[in-house]
């Protein structure tokens, strides 16, 4: 079941040059329609597993291997909120090296400094004072207290021992890694998806109504506007 067969059409007046009526008419699908998961079923933490998307895996090739059906990719993606696969679906290291290549200009690019990052710093307790990863100036420094007894010695923790360099490189490849774990629903829950998937693409009752699957829309070739 490929997602496009389950889009909804539209029935637009006909401005093709060949169109001799006003009543002419085409049925377009409706790329706007687009279905989600309920809010009890996206919240519900049973429903899901965690997946790593391995290098050179495309959304069909994960949902042939979860739900023996590649044209499910589209769950896939609906499932991770994935609109722009471009974007948003990990690239292949040889894709991520010649993106990088693009983007930076050169190898010497892709190794100048994007940004700094704190290092982890633990006190005498192994208890956290600086959590790693926060994005800092180069010459960022640290000062606590160190309790020695009934004293509070104060500790400064330069920028040699907390700072750390993050390259171009090292920047865009943790942003394509972080890509690679997705949720993916049960099997289980696959029937009742594709369920409410089916009603939210089916149109309601309004004047523009012909199916559940068909709506018109407003043409000015009849009204004269």
Not at 100 to 112: I, P, Q
Not at 123 to 152: C, H
Not at 181 to 198: E, Q, V
Request: aromatic share 12%.
């Amino acid at each position: 079941m490929g997602y496009f067969e389950e889009l909804p059409n539209i029935s637009y007046p006909s401005l093709l040059p060949q169109s001799n009526k006003i009543e002419d008419r085409i049925e377009v699908k409706n790329i706007f329609r687009r279905s989600k998961l309920r809010s009890d079923v996206d919240q519900a933490l049973t429903a899901f597993n965690y997946y790593y998307i391995k290098d050179d895996m495309r959304p069909d090739m994960v949902a042939q291997e979860l739900y023996d059906d590649s044209e499910l990719d589209w769950i896939v993606l609906t499932v991770n909120n994935i609109i722009n696969i471009k974007d948003q679906w990990p690239l292949s290291h040889n894709d991520l090296y010649a993106y990088m290549l693009d983007k930076y200009g050169s190898e010497e690019g892709m190794t100048n400094i994007h940004h700094y990052e704190t290092r982890q710093i633990l006190d005498e307790y192994n208890r956290v004072v600086i959590p790693a990863g926060l994005e800092v100036d180069k010459n960022f420094s640290f000062e606590y207290s160190r309790v020695s007894g009934s004293n509070q010695i104060p500790t400064v923790i330069t920028s040699s021992l907390v700072v750390a360099e993050v390259t171009n490189y090292d920047y865009e490849n943790k942003l394509n890694e972080e890509k690679r774990r997705i949720k993916i629903l049960k099997p289980g829950y696959l029937s009742a998806f594709i369920s409410d998937h089916r009603e939210i693409m089916s149109y309601g009752r309004t004047s523009e109504y012909i199916s559940k699957k068909l709506k018109g829309t407003y043409n000015p070739r009849i009204s004269g506007v």
